[in-house]
Structure formats: structure tokens, C-alpha cells
């Protein structure tokens, strides 16, 4: 699962795309209105034919309840991340309390690899001494 700042940016990014998708569709279905009263209604004749109204309007319904829901799931994603409803003090102590644990975890990792070091050279140690008493035992027989 990708972090809360991630999931903000995707969230944000699937919105814009649904503002963009309903206002291509506006663009794209939208009927000719006339430019004043006792004007003609100006007409494309190139321009794919429009839906039936209610379907006009039933897409664009449903596109703008997509991007209510999309919205809400932003708000939900900004009010679930830290910092939020916590003072700037009480952020600084966290940050510090984080940082204390980093170092002392750091040190403790510095601790094993060393320890782990220490165990290869012993073992190095031990198959240089086995593999020596194999050679003596040889040039002995």
C-alpha cells in the first residue's frame, strides 16, 4: 500500500482527469444556443450528432457525482494525514522522538554488522585451522 502522500497525489490526479473527462463531454454534447432572442439556433455541421437531452443530462449527473465522490475521497485523504489537528510543538517533539529512535536503531545496526564481521573472521579463522590439521594429518601418513 502506497503511503497517505502518494495516494493524495493519485487521488488528485484521478480527479483532474474526471474535471477533464466532464468538461471534454460538456464541450463535445452540449447543444447550439441562440445567440440572442430572434436569432437562429447556429448549427455544426461537422460536429458528431448530440445525444438525447435526457442522456445529456444523465451523463453529465453521473460525472458530477463521480467527481463528488472523488472529491469526498480527497477531503478523507487530507484529514487522515499526520499534523492535521496537532500543534506545530507537538510535531516538533515527534519528529524528535523519531529521530532519537533512527539513531539508536542505526547504532544497533552498526553493533551487528560488526558482530557479524567479527563471527566471518572466527569462522575464517577456524576452516584456515581445520584445513591446516587436514594438511598435517596428510604429510603425517
Known sequence: MADRLTQLQVC??????????????????HGFSPLGPGEP???DKHAPPLPPQEEFL???DELSGDIILKTRQLMKLIDSLPGVD?????QLRRIDSLQQQ???????????????????RDVDQLISMFVAG????????
Open 12 to 29: 488528485l490526479d484521478q480527479l483532474m482527469e474526471q474535471f477533464c473527462a466532464a468538461l471534454n463531454y460538456v464541450d463535445k454534447s
Open 58 to 60: 444523465g451523463t453529465v
Open 41 to 43: 439556433v447556429v448549427a
Open 102 to 120: 533512527l539513531v539508536a536503531t542505526e547504532q544497533r545496526k552498526i553493533n551487528v554488522v560488526r558482530e557479524k564481521d567479527q563471527l566471518l
Open 134 to 141: 587436514i594438511a598435517d594429518s596428510r604429510q603425517q601418513s
Open 86 to 90: 496537532v500543534s506545530e510543538a507537538e
